[in-house]
């Protein structure tokens, strides 16, 4: 079993199902078609049925990612296995975190925080997936400082800043968003070369999440081809029943 990201009480997105059968077909299903931003809401709401897609969508970049870290428990282990290819040579760099871990550092650093200006507090909160989405759907880099700017402060008007504030400003949100990134680096024993990793559990349960699919979709395949049941009553059966049906049918 997977040991809960959120303490006792406090989780803020419900309670975890595993993704298996017609519920992770219908996953990714949902999720080949999206962006990055939708296929990561979508992921959690189907791991968490009582979770709605807008109060998904408001959770802190933080404490979402916290979420699906959970979700990858629930479905892969508490340890998650990654590579990458170095920079430098192309060794193949692999990588093992603790889920839980990662899950609390992120919940550590979600928190909002505030910022003196001309004698006006400014309170500064971390950017959810509805802020990211309007950001990055501007039209330069520029607006959408701006959108984020506008949506993750209170207490003042950022068209009305002068350039140093707003640029102080930013510059205040831009660390709060680092402390909630997972980032660490790897050394190549190949080539000793150092490399910075950027941990996106997003795109990285959404590579397995499609992954587990497609080989259930495999299994489905075989079943029906060699016994002639339906899609729903093979997605229906326990991962063990179907098991011992693919040895049969394998001999
Ligand atoms: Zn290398």
């Given at each position: 079993m997977h040991s809960p990201v959120f303490p006792d009480g406090a989780d803020p997105t419900g309670a975890v199902r595993t993704l298996s059968g017609e519920a992770l077909l219908a996953t990714w299903e949902r999720c080949s078609a999206g962006t990055p931003s939708s296929r990561a809401?979508?992921?959690?709401?189907?791991?968490?049925?009582?979770?709605?897609?807008?109060?998904?969508?408001?959770?802190?970049?933080?404490?979402?990612?916290?979420?699906?870290?959970?979700?990858?428990?629930?479905?892969f282990g508490p340890d998650l296995s990654a590579f990458v290819a170095c920079d430098a040579c192309g060794e193949r760099l692999e990588f093992e975190l603790r889920t839980a871990d990662i899950a609390a550092t992120l919940q550590a650093a979600d928190v909002s925080d505030t910022m003196m200006l001309d004698g006006v507090m400014l309170r500064l909160r971390m950017a959810n997936t509805i802020d990211i989405a309007e950001a990055a759907a501007a039209s330069d880099l520029e607006a959408a400082h701006d959108v984020l700017l506008a949506r993750c402060t209170e207490g003042v008007n950022p068209a009305e800043l002068p350039d140093a504030?707003?640029?102080?400003?930013?510059?205040?949100?831009?660390?709060?968003?680092?402390?909630?990134?997972?980032?660490?680096?790897?050394?190549?024993?190949?080539?000793?070369?150092?490399?910075?990793?950027?941990?996106?559990?997003?795109?990285?349960?959404?590579?397995?999440?499609?992954?587990?699919?497609?080989?259930?979709?495999?299994?489905?395949?075989?079943?029906?081809?060699?016994?002639?049941?339906?899609?729903?009553?093979?997605?229906?059966?326990?991962?063990?029943?179907?098991?011992?049906?693919?040895?049969?049918?394998?001999?």
């Open positions: 809401l979508a992921m959690l709401c189907a791991g968490r049925p009582t979770l709605a897609h807008a109060d998904a969508a408001a959770l802190s970049l933080a404490t979402r990612d916290a979420a699906l870290l959970e979700l990858h428990a629930s479905k504030l707003r640029d102080a400003v930013l510059a205040r949100l831009e660390a709060m968003h680092e402390a909630a990134e997972i980032s660490f680096s790897l050394g190549c024993p190949a080539c000793a070369a150092r490399q910075a990793i950027q941990f996106d559990i997003a795109s990285f349960l959404w590579a397995e999440i499609r992954h587990a699919a497609r080989n259930l979709l495999d299994d489905v395949h075989e079943l029906a081809w060699a016994y002639g049941w339906a899609e729903s009553a093979i997605l229906a059966m326990s991962p063990q029943r179907r098991a011992a049906y693919l040895e049969r049918v394998r001999g």
